[in-house]
């Protein structure tokens, strides 16, 4: 029951809230010469998935014990909503942002403990435990994967198509009493499949058109860092070598654009449009084939995720498994960063030409 309320109640989000979006400010014009969009879209995708989301874990709660984690994490996904809502309509700055993710990240770390407190068996040796750096590496980890969506949330169907395949792939590998995401996981994809109907615009969703915008990009970083540390955590869950290998595109994405502006003396949180979304739209032509690239790939990473789970492999194979497509990851981050500066004239041409 808990799957069809949250679908029904993100898509009729959507259908409330879309003719009330210019009202409300929450709208993206197509004035920054890196956007790719040539009309006015509503930024209410994330509130939406916030919806459904929250009214299903409300209904699960009323039904069932209250688990303390899934109370604290849903606290946190509500700071993230409401700050990247007011972000959508005021610009707030990336400072606030900044402070906000961290104030969620303490609450999902400390509050509903999901905590990365052992990295695995990474070097044949017995589990790699982090003691007194287990709360400060988890904030980071989270906080992290929350900008590496929320900046990699640049074409339709990217970030949504990014965290729905990470969060199968996740419940996939979950042991049955895996608690908590047993529940959270099938709900998050339940708002997740109106959501990329509506913003690809598919055959009888093409009349309200929606982005994620920060409130949404935020908070589907949340979710699956949150999904991953708790898979990763649990006996018999996936390794943390493979969660890594399910967020290897916006983590590879990130390092790559964050690296080359700081090279250039600019802020990192700095807006370009030299993302890996944009490069591959300016070699295709085209932002689907740009995602249906990045998707097959994803996928691809997925296999080397499997490849790695520890309890449908033996310790060497895990071992050899993550270390032999390490240089692929290191050659791949560092093509992003290079492609960058080599396309840069081809790149402002096919912008510019795309937005007027």
């Given amino acids: 029951m808990e799957l069809g309320v949250a679908t029904v109640m993100t898509a009729g989000t959507v259908y409330f809230l879309h003719p009330l979006a210019a009202r409300l400010g929450l709208i ?77 990240a303490l609450i999902l770390v400390l509050g509903a403990g999901v905590q990365l407190r052992v990295l695995g068996d990474l070097f044949g040796f017995g589990p790699v435990g982090l003691g007194w750096l287990t709360v400060p590496i988890s904030v980071f980890a989270v906080v992290g994967l929350i900008n590496a969506f929320n900046m990699i949330d640049g074409i339709d169907g990217l970030a949504g198509s990014l965290a729905l395949i990470a969060l199968i792939s996740v419940l996939l590998e979950l042991p049955g009493h895996a608690g908590t995401m047993l529940f959270l996981i099938p709900v998050i994809v339940a708002t997740l499949l109106p959501y990329l109907a509506i913003n690809l615009e598919l055959p009888g969703f093409k ?132 492609l960058s500066p080599a396309l840069k004239t081809h790149a402002r041409a096919a912008v510019i030409s795309a937005t007027v």
């Fill in 207 to 338: 009349r309200h058109k929606i982005f994620l915008a920060d409130a949404g990009s935020m908070l589907l970083g949340y979710l699956v860092v949150w999904a991953l540390i708790n898979a990763t955590q649990t006996p018999s869950g996936i390794s943390p070598v493979a969660a890594l290998w399910l967020v290897a595109i916006p983590l590879m994405d990130t390092f790559a654009v964050m690296g080359r502006r700081l090279r250039k003396g600019r802020s990192p949180f700095t807006a370009d449009h030299h993302h890996l979304h944009h490069l591959l739209i300016r070699i295709s032509g085209s932002p689907r084939k740009a995602l249906a690239i990045i998707t097959c790939a994803r996928l691809r990473f997925c296999n080397y995720a499997s490849n790695c789970t520890s309890h449908r492999t033996q310790r060497i194979r895990v071992i050899l498994s993550s270390t032999r497509h390490l240089p692929l990851l290191h050659r791949l981050t560092i093509t992003f960063a290079v």
């Fill in 28 to 104: 993206d014009h197509p004035g920054d010469r890196r956007k790719i969009h040539l009309n006015s879209v509503a930024t209410i995708g994330g509130l939406a998935i916030f919806v459904g989301l929250f009214l299903a874990a409300l209904l699960h709660l009323v039904q069932n014990q209250p688990p303390a984690d899934l109370a604290y994490g849903l606290f946190g996904a509500i700071i993230l909503v409401l700050v990247g809502a007011l972000d959508d309509r005021f610009n707030l700055g990336y400072k606030v942002c900044l402070f906000a993710q961290a104030g969620a």
